[in-house]
């Protein structure tokens, strides 16, 4: 366990780092499921003003990833294995039901950006195949593998835009079981020993996108639910 997670903060104090700092020491058990919190607390063992840790909490709190316990009272959530699993289903559900109204609703010029994001990641993904081939398995490449989960972060929240609907983008945004940001670091850990894994998953998306092409509902659903029920089951085991 990192004994660094609540330290003071080294740089400006925005309220990303504090939410990032924050998530961290939520992950590394510095801040235990069912422990109560405060603003001010907080705010002093990362060594900043209590602003940008209220917009950090605001954010947590919107992820269940932190709860409110009374008016002004805040604490840890603290999810059972069945709760997470709970959270999971609801998660691929949504998104299986986001790839097919997206199949029905997108626009050719959305359906060209989610070809365009592709395209793209795959350039990458060359120049990281290339640089391990001329430097081998101990090269550098932590950097362009972000890019790739950067890209297609993008690319399954843009499938997401292509439905035109902003209640259930946001049902989704509500029932993610990681955020952006610790799916990155979490998939940043796995990725050297797995990395079979996560090339057969890269491709699927190529997958997707050829099924939304073709406006196949039920395949694009059946793809969808697929993909993101083996990420999410993947990422919860880490």
């Known amino acids: 366990m990192s004994t660094n997670a609540l330290g003071p903060m080294e740089t400006m104090s925005l309220a990303d780092q504090a939410y990032r700092r924050l ?108 640089t391990v081939a001329e430097r081998g398995q101990e090269a550098d490449v932590a950097d362009q593998l972000t890019d790739v989960f950067l890209e297609l972060r993008l690319f399954h929240h843009q499938v997401e835009a292509c439905v035109g609907n902003s209640v259930l983008e946001g049902l989704l945004g509500h029932a993610r079981a990681f955020s952006d940001e610790e799916r990155l670091d979490l998939t940043m850990k796995l990725v050297p020993e797995r990395a079979e894994v996560f090339r057969a998953r890269y491709h699927e998306h190529r997958q997707l996108l050829d099924a939304l092409l073709e406006r196949d509902e039920e395949r694009a659903e059946k793809l969808a639910a697929q993909h993101h029920h083996a990420a999410l089951i993947q990422l919860s085991r880490s």
């Open 23 to 130: 998530r961290d020491a939520i992950r590394e058990g510095a801040l235990r499921p069912g422990e109560k919190i405060t603003e001010r607390d907080l705010a002093a063992r990362l060594g900043v003003s209590p602003t940008p840790v209220r917009e950090a909490l605001r954010q947590l709190v919107h992820e269940n990833v932190v709860e409110r316990a009374g008016p002004r009272a805040l604490r840890i959530a603290d999810h059972s294995s069945s709760a997470r699993s709970e959270i999971v289903e609801a998660e691929v559900r949504l998104s299986a039901l986001m790839a097919r109204l997206a199949a029905r609703n997108a626009t050719a010029e959305q359906l060209t950006g989610l070809a365009s994001i592709l395209t793209r990641t795959d350039q990458i993904v060359t120049d990281i195949e290339k």
